[in-house]
């Protein structure tokens, strides 16, 4: 099907380790959705300093080839990630 976005990929119930995406354009931003449910998961941005709260539904636009980023274990729950 058409796509404007370079690809999909498509995440569950797992871990993330600290990553870059090599693959990405530097100026563009990646979108990141959080889906499932009864997860406490964390979205880790170090070269930032931050830990955001990543619960179901949460979007959040990141530049993916720039910022380093993962998720560690989210305890309970499913985790469903499109990004």
Known sequence: WPSKFSGIEVIVNQEMPHHQDPEASPSFY?????LGKGHQ??????DLGAELEYSPGTMVYICGKVLEH???WWGDGERIVIA
């Open 30 to 34: 990646d979108l990141l959705v959080s």
């Open 41 to 46: 998961a964390i979205l880790d941005l170090p």
């Open 70 to 72: 993962g998720v560690s």
